[in-house]
């Protein structure tokens, strides 16, 4: 299976920094096989960005995705109160589906 | 607005069985692929199994392959995940989530439900 590796493990950062998230695949998902999910504490995870780059409705533009092949990053610009949480990457180009561990995203 | 609720976890002993449950609404349910992912307690998230929006097609991982079920009534708009022969290493969280994109598999997923707690253990 395609392994993804998620790293920082934790990012502790300050309100208004700049948040760089990177997934590492152990195999090439593509250009658009990759997802990013935000999940906060005792809630289920809610996509932020598929395609590698598209951000869902209603996401800000602070979000926004980047990468192909095994290397992707998720950069949040300035980082809101409501950002905080784990961070995951998903993979769909290959089954099965798989997620990457994950990346806290903690207040400073 | 799309909506999943959960039903039917709970403690179950090692061996047994128990069905899971998810009651879609806000959208035509007839029209999507289904998943169910899982997330152990602390751990991350593992994606379990698809089924078209007919019922006619399943995919699962293989740790469930052979014990695992998933199906749908599209005229109850819900999903079901029969479990059976459960292991320790089966509890988790259990969230159904909808595939994003319409007949169409996108494989990513959005909304998801709030999950349903399955705790296997004697």
């Known amino acids: 299976e395609n392994v993804l590796t998620q790293s920082p493990g934790t990012l502790s950062l300050s309100p208004g920094e700049r948040a760089t998230l990177s997934c590492r695949a152990s195999?090439?998902?593509?250009?658009?096989?990759l997802a990013w999910y935000h999940q906060k504490p005792g809630q289920a995870p809610r996509l932020i960005i598929y395609?590698?780059?598209t951000r869902a409705t209603g996401v800000p533009a602070r979000f926004s995705g980047s990468g192909s092949g095994t290397d992707f990053t998720l950069t949040i610009s300035r980082l809101q109160p409501e950002d905080f949480g784990t961070y995951y990457c998903?993979?769909?180009?290959?089954?099965?589906?798989?997620f990457g561990g994950g990346t806290k995203v903690e207040i400073k | 607005q799309a909506q999943l609720v959960e039903f039917g976890g709970g403690l179950v002993q090692p061996g047994r069985s128990l069905r899971l449950s998810c009651v879609a609404s806000g959208f035509s349910f007839s029209t999507y692929h289904m998943h169910w992912v899982r997330q152990a307690p602390g751990r991350g998230l593992e994606w379990v199994a698809v089924l078209t929006p007919d019922g006619s097609q399943t995919r699962y991982r293989d740790s469930v392959k052979g014990r695992f079920s998933i199906s749908r009534d599209n005229s109850k708009n819900t999903l079901y995940l029969q479990m059976n022969g459960l292991s320790p290493e089966d509890t988790a969280l259990y969230y159904c989530?909808?595939?994003?994109?319409?007949?169409?598999?996108?494989?990513?997923?959005?909304?998801w439900g709030q999950g349903t707690l399955v705790t296997v253990s004697s």
């Open positions: 195999q090439s998902v593509g250009r658009n096989y």
């Open positions: 395609g590698a780059s």
């Open positions: 998903q993979q769909h180009a290959s089954w099965p589906i798989t």
């Open positions: 989530a909808r595939d994003a994109v319409g007949p169409d598999m996108a494989n990513w997923f959005d909304p």
